[in-house]
């Protein structure tokens, strides 16, 4: 099953953006300003304006790490594709994979791509398995291994580009499994600061129109 936790978050994330943001602004030090009481509505009043502005390095401060567990292997090569950040990922050299695979809905809901989805995972397993018994080692036998193969994987990314990835991922274009985890992710944002976790949106959202293709009428296509 695919799950996603939050860790562990930069202490007092919006204070901490605040500051930062202000610093820019103010003669005052900025320990002074992150000590001196303001309102939870100036302090979003203000984040709103820089990020609407694209001043987004304030946001660069805040880290998140969450746990991502049960993603597939086709899912975390789309997330590791997001440079800006830190990634610890389950080895195959060392680990033996779990056969709890991931399958899409449009398989599980086909009675016949079902059954050969099985078929074949198992087909890949009873390989990977015998080519251990053969003497193979882990980091060979993986290689009959297929994409639906799960891992789990620590991530780490500041806010900035969690606003990035949410932007792309989000999209009702993106596939839909990173789609999803963008959506726990989402939510386990919001579960700190919900005003943080309102920032993770679809970059048309941001933009006021749709740079796809191919657009989902969320919102208009540019021109
Ligand atoms: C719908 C969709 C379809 C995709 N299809 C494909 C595909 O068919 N094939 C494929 O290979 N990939 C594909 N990708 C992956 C895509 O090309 C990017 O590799 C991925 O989304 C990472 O995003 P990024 O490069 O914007 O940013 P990140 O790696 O998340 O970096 C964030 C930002 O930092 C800056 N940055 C980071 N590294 C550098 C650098 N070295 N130099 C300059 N600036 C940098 C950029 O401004 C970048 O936007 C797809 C992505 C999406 C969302």
Redesign the pocket.
Known sequence: MINVTLLAHTPQPLRVIYTAAKTCYSGAKPETIFQTAVTRQAMEHLIRKVVERGHHSVLEHVNFTFAISGISRACSH?LV?????SYSQQSQRYVEPSAEFVIPHTIRKHDKANDIFYKTVEHCMTAYKEMLTLGIPKEDARFVLPNATPTNIVVTMNLR?LM??AG??L?A???WEIKFVLALIKREVKKVDKFLGELLVPRCVRLGYCPEEVSCGLRPKKG
Do not use: N, Y
Not at 81 to 85: G, L
């Open positions: 789309q594709r997001h440079r800006v950040a580009e990035h990835v792309l991922r999209c274009r993106a596939q």
